[in-house]
């Protein structure tokens, strides 16, 4: 692995990849291989014995959150290198097997949990297309939009949802083709929730959405 190959964004499919990764001490770990490093030098950066952190950076690439560089000659010694494989990671729903989110359960548009089941099923589907992608050696076509809104009453913003869907659904009609030779079927979500624009005390309470 050459040290282009770091990616913006590795996603975990695997239940025991994201239970290796969410390890507090391999979290701290995976902060300081943004570049090459050894079980020695991340030892001294997060003050931990060597042989410890040579054991979790072995599960870490086990589990692919980290990859192997090189070997590089110090004194007497042979350091292995590897570095993290992404600036950041995102565990797919797919890890939590049943109990994933399920968007085809909730289906109303204006419930949390039909956005947040929505949300994870666009990660679940994103990680596996990105697989798909790297082995063809395409790159994966997307679109974001994003903006924010500040609606001056709540009936505003149920008409600028009702004329969102309206125009939505016109150019959707517009140009979808069933039966269009080499046509290739898109998702498309549009999705709206309140801006955070305050912070929160740190909690440790799970969330629940409904």
Known sequence: MSSAALTSLHILRDPE????????????ILRQLGEPGSAASVARQIGLPRQQVNYHLKELERAGAVAFVEERRKGNCTER?????????????EALGDLGPDPAT????????YLAATAA??????????????????????????????????????????E???????????????????????????????????????????????
Not at 17 to 28: D, F, I, S, Y
Not at 106 to 113: G, M
Not at 148 to 160: K, L, P, V
């Open 121 to 162: 099923r666009i990660i679940g589907e994103l990680a596996q297309l990105s697989v798909r992608a790297r082995k063809a050696g395409k790159r994966l076509a997307s679109l974001t939009l994003e903006t924010e809104i500040r609606f001056r009453s709540a009936g505003e913003r149920a008409r600028f949802a009702a």
């Open 17 to 28: 990849a994201a239970a290796t990764l969410l390890h507090p001490v391999r979290l701290q």
């Open 81 to 93: 290198l590897v570095r993290a494989v992404a600036s950041g990671y995102l565990i797919s729903p």
């Open 164 to 210: 969102a869907a309206g125009l939505i659904a016109a150019l959707a009609a517009r140009y979808h083709d069933q039966q269009a030779p080499g046509g290739r079927p898109f998702r498309l979500v549009l999705a709206s929730y309140p801006l955070i624009t305050r912070a929160e005390p740190d909690s440790n309470e799970p969330a629940t959405v409904t």
């Open 106 to 113: 909730r289906r109303d548009r204006f419930s949390v949990a």
